[in-house]
């Protein structure tokens, strides 16, 4: 189904200008709620909406200013223990971290340049001071606990039926094969022949594992 796409600024378009929120509204491209802002030089653009924000509320995108929700300001200038959102891994090049739904980063320490955020996975990483974020929690908390009731609700969403792999013929799956429903078989692997199902797919080569202090929390496992 074709939706109009409303282009969001991730980044900082408009510095030093104050803006003014003029409506809250959904988005079928994304799960958190979006503001429509006017700026003082009659621009207007659209951002991703933080928790608590209202019609008429004034924000504003500068190195320092006010904590307060929707603001967004460089990390080396928010105090520790703010939570943010919209988060930079590089100065300039917008925010990429903290944009789902109902999520927040948190501000732990200040050291040697960079930023020590604990993300929603429970991962703290350095971030580096200079890279800008936004103060607040992204908006709709309430998309989590969300489902899907009938299978036109996913298909309004684009997604298309699809065959379990467990179904198919070995030649056609990795999965498939076998008498009657079984299992996986062998070792479970992607329909490429990837190790899949909780085996390490992360390069441990990658130059940001440097940056990386405290890996997230593993869930433990419910009987």
């Known amino acids: 189904m074709r939706q109009m ?23 079928p491209y994304r ?19 933080p928790q608590d924000i209202a019609v008429g ?4 995108c500068q190195e320092k200013s006010e904590i307060k929700p929707g603001n967004r300001m460089l990390l080396e200038n928010i105090p520790i223990g703010t939570v943010v959102y919209n988060v930079e891994l590089e100065p ?9 739904a109902g999520v927040g980063a948190r501000v732990l320490a200040l050291e040697g340049g960079y930023v020590h955020l604990q993300l929603p996975s429970t991962e703290i990483r ?30 309004w969403k684009g997604r298309r039926p699809h065959v379990r792999g467990t179904v198919m013929n070995p030649v056609d799956h990795p999965h498939g094969g076998g008498e009657g429903r079984q299992p996986l078989g062998m070792h479970p692997k992607t329909p490429w022949g990837k ?14 594992t440097k940056l990386i202090v405290q890996r997230r929390a593993k869930k433990k496992k419910t009987t």
């Open 126 to 155: 350095k971030v580096s001071a200079k890279c800008f974020a936004s103060i607040g929690m992204v908006s709709n908390p309430g998309f989590m606990y969300e489902k899907d009731h009938k299978a036109g609700t996913t298909r």
């Open 31 to 49: 799960n958190a709620f979006i503001v429509l802002i006017q700026y003082e030089d009659g621009k207007k653009g659209y951002l991703i909406a």
């Open 195 to 208: 190790p899949a199902f909780g085996v390490k797919t992360r390069n441990k080569k990658k130059w940001s």
């Open 57 to 60: 509320d004034e924000i504003v």
């Open 92 to 100: 300039g090049r917008g925010g990429k971290l903290v944009r789902g």
């Open 5 to 27: 796409y409303r282009l969001i600024d991730f980044g900082q378009e408009h510095m030093e200008k104050k803006g003014k929120v003029l409506a809250l509204e959904y988005d």
